[in-house]
């Protein structure tokens, strides 16, 4: 039976291994383009890309890992169903239970490690890479300027720009957004940036344009000024690419506990309340993705009996997509207060690991 076991693990290991190369691959690909255009026509460093690339990975691992151990249970287990080796294992008197018993006690191994890289790994990673993008935002602010759509990463500013050339923007229209009064709307030929010494906002110079200003003595009234050059300063970037104070997301299960026990600002606000409940269920949660998959793959492939890798990959992907449309369901409804954050992000695993019990009992009776 040790054999056999041994057989089971060995043989699990280098399609979990290409499953994670492989959706690693098709994740990191769609952001190989413009992180390319950065470098050569923007003039980020290849260093920094490089940085931003591999501070990608941890949170990219955490949802890939539950994938790449469903798509190889799928693949193995199938394979083995298909091959009647299943049929055998049966044959020789060995409960499946016995066959399943590795592949769970892995799979938890590697939830524990899930849960190290989520709560721990994760956060940092994701909490520096912003760090990373809100000083080149300041310091190469067109290398983050994209024409042709709107630009709202400025704090109180909108932005527009039909063609960006260089350190040039060209046909920049602004709106500059004030609380309490009118919307200030700036039309520009075009505009250079200039970042601060301060690598805290940035300045934005406009020329050949016309601003709508707002009559002192009623807002309702505006009239329009022409200029030759206008200084726009202390832009500051949005809090989504800006500040560096940490945001729920970017904060251990740790923090986000000492900040729901000793911060009173928190207690004041009831939905960021839910959302720091929803936050640390949702970590613990989601870090056993792979025991859950273990669950309702391990069944699922016998009763499948198909070893195919696009099979395999497909149904794997139709799983993974259900499981995280139920958890992202599960935070709407915990920050919104409809249900408990334990109940709302532990509802998605519970219902998985019901559905992989239901077919595990099926599975026994082929």
């Known amino acids: 039976m040790t054999i056999l076991k041994r057989y089971c693990l060995r043989e699990l290991v280098l399609p979990f291994v290409m499953s994670l190369a492989l959706i690693t691959f098709i994740f990191l690909v769609a952001n190989l383009f413009d992180m390319a255009d950065m470098v050569i026509n923007k003039g980020v460093s290849l260093f920094e890309v490089f940085k931003l690339l591999i501070l990608m990975i941890p ?22 169903a298909q091959n009647n080796e299943i049929l055998a294992v049966k044959a020789s008197g060995i409960h499946l239970f016995q066959l399943f018993t590795p592949v769970i006690v892995s799979a938890f191994v590697l939830s524990l490690f899930s849960l190290f890289l989520i709560d721990q790994v994760q956060p940092r990673s994701e909490y520096r890479s912003r760090q990373i993008v809100r000083k080149m935002v300041i310091q190469r602010p067109v290398a983050y300027l994209e024409a042709g759509r709107f630009i709202k990463d400025f704090d109180g500013y909108t932005f527009w720009i039909n063609r960006v050339e260089g350190n040039r923007l060209r046909g920049v229209t602004i709106f500059q957004h004030k609380e309490n009064e009118p919307t200030r709307t700036m039309i520009a030929e075009w505009a250079e940036m200039i970042p601060s010494v301060d690598e805290k906002s940035l300045s934005l110079k406009l020329y050949k344009g016309t601003s709508d200003e707002v009559n002192p003595k009623d807002p309702s009234v505006f009239y329009k000024v022409n200029f030759k050059s206008f200084l726009l300063q202390d832009i500051r970037v949005g809090k989504e690419r800006g500040g560096t104070d940490k945001k729920t997301k970017e904060m251990s299960i740790d923090e986000l506990l000492y900040k729901l026990e000793r911060s009173p600002e928190v207690h004041m606000v009831p939905r960021e309340e839910r959302a720091i409940k929803a936050e640390i269920h949702k970590k613990i949660s989601f870090s056993f993705a792979p025991l859950v998959f273990a669950f309702i793959g391990l069944p699922a492939a016998i009763i499948t009996r198909r070893g195919e890798a696009v099979i395999s990959f497909s149904v794997s992907m ?23 954050a334990w109940l709302a992000l532990w509802l998605p695993n519970v219902i998985l690991v019901a559905v992989g019990l239901i077919l595990g009992r099926r599975s026994l009776q082929l």
Do not use: H, N, Q, W
């Open 59 to 80: 949170e990219l691992l955490g949802f890939i890992l539950p994938t790449g151990v469903l798509a190889s249970i799928l693949l193995v287990f199938g394979s083995f």
């Open 318 to 340: 139709g799983v993974v997509a259900v499981y995280y449309i139920l958890f992202v369901f599960g935070r709407t409804v915990a920050v919104f207060g409809y249900l408990p």
